[in-house]
């Protein structure tokens, strides 16, 4: 199957600093790649929809300023969580389609003090 | 995309089958029928799709019903490591965004 990564696996970082964290189709080419987010004992959650070439879509209560996407290439795609607090602190989950099939990254844990 | 609604929690004894219903009533005659899983703290694990026919794969089949409002997940001989999150997914055929409801919880034990 199509493999998608993350990096970092992990992160801790200082309130107020910024994050950035990259997903990478591996083995094929993904105009269109979205970014999760969940707490814990939660499902996840839709936060926006990354497209090559053009701006993300964010779903309602997302706030783009604050989680900047960028889509550059057709194999990667980047979160930036800016002025990060600790209520940002999740599992960040990003995946990409092929075929109409989502492939999934293995997760950020991100972890904000 | 559709609505879906599966049971919180379910049990399977090891080596028997494991069968995960979903009822996806208000689905659109062109949306697909997807089943993950998750393993806790990582990225959820396509299992298979559907349309209208049942399918089966080296992990899983599926059965849809003829009306197409629910389908059910059979994983023919669990072992413990199928013990995870699943979760049945019918987004919309246009932009393929994956609304995750609270999934089944499926623990089998040895």
């Known amino acids: 199957g199509a493999v998608v990564s993350q990096h970092p696996s992990r992160v801790i970082c200082k309130s107020g600093t910024s994050v950035k964290i990259e997903c990478r189709s591996l083995d094929f080419q993904a105009t269109t790649m979205f970014w999760y987010r969940q707490f814990p004992k939660q499902s996840l959650m839709l936060m926006a929809t990354s497209n090559e070439g053009s701006k993300a879509t964010y779903e309602q209560g997302v706030e783009k300023d604050k989680f900047l996407i960028n889509h550059a290439s057709l194999t990667l795609s980047t979160l930036t969580v800016t002025s990060a607090h600790p209520e940002d602190s999740s599992f960040y989950i990003c995946s990409a389609t092929r075929d109409h099939e989502q492939f999934f990254g293995p997760g950020t844990r991100l972890t904000v003090l | 995309d559709a609505k879906t609604t599966q049971p919180t929690s379910m049990d399977c004894a090891e080596g028997r089958a494991a069968n995960l219903p979903c009822n996806h009533s208000t689905i659109s005659g062109n949306e697909y029928v997807y089943w993950y899983r998750q393993i806790h703290s990582q990225g959820p694990q396509y299992i298979i799709h559907?349309?209208?026919n049942n399918e089966t794969n080296e992990m899983a089949s599926l059965i849809i019903t003829e009306d197409r409002k629910s389908s059910t997940l059979i994983l023919p001989h669990a072992t413990l490591r199928d013990t995870a999150v699943y979760y049945c997914?019918?987004?919309?055929?246009?932009?393929?965004?994956?609304?995750f409801g609270t999934g089944t919880s499926l623990t089998v034990i040895p």
């Open positions: 997914i019918a987004p919309k055929a246009t932009g393929n965004q994956f609304y």
């Open positions: 559907g349309l209208k």
